[in-house]
């Protein structure tokens, strides 16, 4: 197997060493722009091997050419949001970055399954998919898990601990307009509805749609990068090993929620060929409401991709 991680930012090079120390695949390629940054970070990773007893091999590029026969792409690069920004002030910049990238993973790794992290994460997935013409069940975007890990740890933060038996639903954009669920969020098996008062999920649930800014505010100086590049990793497992996890991710829609034409979180079971199926919930009118409210924004950033002349 062969990974490629692009960019070697905070979440790319976590990525790059969450693959390696978990063995994920065999070879794995971080590629960025800035010259020597992968190679510095490649040859680290490669002498920690030693002390930590993995057997992958990072090499570190600023060549595409290194990257071709890739199984599997996770695209990290771009520019971060800064305190005050928000996901949509990065669609020009991101998107032209996005349109290089499926350029040549393309050419050289056409056989490839893609995970984009970058943002505005439901916007630059469907930019990725229609820069590279593959089947969409192969291209998916990472937000779900990320949101919903974020939302269990405020369960269990507001439990008392128990994080490892929380499991969690957000569907939606992976933005201010994401819907958690906290009907379908459960502690072993109970739901959350049963343990915590309603005006402590209602909490959870806008501390949720608000996390990652939560954490740019708190850096002031960048952005999430350990719980994005553990979901990203995570996803990737699941393709890789064809484990076929149920989690929520950016996928495309073809009807299911009544929508279509988009990609949006859902919970998708992922396995060997990407997406394999889309699991379709039963939400009440409130929960569809804001699922049409999520869709409706990632919609105009869409418009703006095209206005700009990047789709």
Same mark, same amino acid.
């Given at each position: 197997?062969?990974?490629?991680?692009?960019?070697?930012?905070?979440?790319?090079?976590?990525?790059?060493?969450?693959?390696?120390?978990?063995?994920?695949?065999?070879?794995?390629? $971080?590629?960025?722009?800035?010259? &020597?940054?992968?190679?510095? @970070?490649?040859?680290?990773?490669?002498?920690?091997?030693?002390?930590?007893?993995?057997? *992958?091999?990072?090499?570190?590029?600023?060549? *595409?050419?290194?990257?071709? &026969?890739?199984?599997?792409?996770?695209?990290? =690069?771009?520019?971060?949001?800064?305190?005050?920004?928000?996901?949509?002030?990065?669609?020009?910049?991101?998107?032209?970055? @996005?349109?290089?990238?499926? =350029?040549?993973?393309?050419?050289?790794?056409?056989?490839?399954?893609?995970?984009?992290?970058?943002?505005?994460?439901?916007t630059m997935v469907y930019l990725m998919?229609?820069? $590279?013409?593959?089947?969409?069940?192969?291209?998916?975007?990472? *937000?779900?898990?990320?949101?919903?890990?974020?939302?269990?740890?405020?369960?269990?933060? =507001?439990?008392?601990?128990?994080?490892?038996?929380?499991?969690?639903?957000?569907?939606? &954009?992976?933005?201010?307009?994401?819907?958690?669920?906290?009907?379908?969020?459960?502690?072993?098996?109970?739901?959350?509805?049963?343990?915590?008062?309603?005006?402590?999920?209602?909490?959870?649930?806008?501390?949720?749609?608000?996390?990652?800014?939560?954490?740019?505010?708190?850096?002031?100086? &960048?952005?999430?990068?350990?719980?994005?590049? *553990?979901?990203?990793?995570?996803?990737?497992?699941?393709?890789?090993?064809?484990?076929?996890?149920?989690?929520?991710?950016?996928?495309?829609?073809?009807?299911?929620?009544?929508?279509?034409?988009?990609?949006?979180?859902?919970?998708?079971?992922?396995?060997?060929?990407?997406?394999?199926? @889309?699991?379709d919930l039963e939400l009440d009118d409130?929960?569809?409401?804001? $699922?049409?409210?999520?869709?409706?924004?990632?919609?105009?950033?869409?418009?703006?991709?095209?206005?700009?002349?990047?789709?």
């Open positions: 197997m062969k990974v490629t991680v692009v960019g070697g930012g905070f979440v790319g090079m976590t990525c790059a060493q969450r693959l390696a120390e978990q063995e994920v695949a065999e070879n794995i390629v $971080l590629i960025d722009v800035i010259e &020597g940054r992968p190679q510095g @970070i490649a040859l680290d990773l490669n002498q920690a091997a030693a002390v930590e007893g993995y057997q *992958a091999v990072v090499t570190g590029t600023n060549d *595409a050419a290194d990257t071709h &026969g890739s199984d599997l792409f996770i695209m990290t =690069a771009g520019m971060p949001r800064k305190p005050g920004m928000d996901r949509s002030d990065l669609l020009e910049v991101n998107g032209n970055i @996005i349109n290089t990238v499926a =350029a040549y993973i393309k050419e050289g790794s056409p056989n490839a399954k893609v995970i984009v992290v970058s943002n505005p994460l439901d998919s229609q820069a $590279l013409g593959f089947e969409t069940k192969r291209v998916v975007g990472m *937000a779900g898990v990320l949101d919903s890990a974020r939302m269990a740890f405020f369960i269990s933060e =507001a439990n008392g601990g128990g994080i490892k038996d929380v499991r969690c639903m957000v569907l939606g &954009g992976h933005g201010d307009s994401m819907v958690p669920l906290p009907q379908f969020s459960t502690m072993d098996g109970v739901s959350i509805q049963a343990t915590l008062p309603g005006d402590e999920i209602d909490a959870i649930n806008h501390r949720t749609q608000h996390g990652g800014a939560e954490i740019v505010n708190l850096l002031k100086t &960048g952005s999430a990068f350990y719980a994005p590049s *553990a979901a990203a990793v995570a996803m990737a497992k699941s393709i890789l090993r064809n484990e076929r996890r149920l989690l929520p991710c950016a996928a495309y829609l073809d009807g299911q929620y009544g929508l279509e034409g988009i990609y949006m979180g859902v919970p998708c079971v992922l396995g060997s060929n990407g997406v394999e199926h @889309i699991v409130a929960g569809r409401e804001k $699922l049409n409210a999520s869709a409706v924004a990632i919609r105009a950033d869409i418009e703006t991709l095209k206005t700009k002349g990047l789709l």
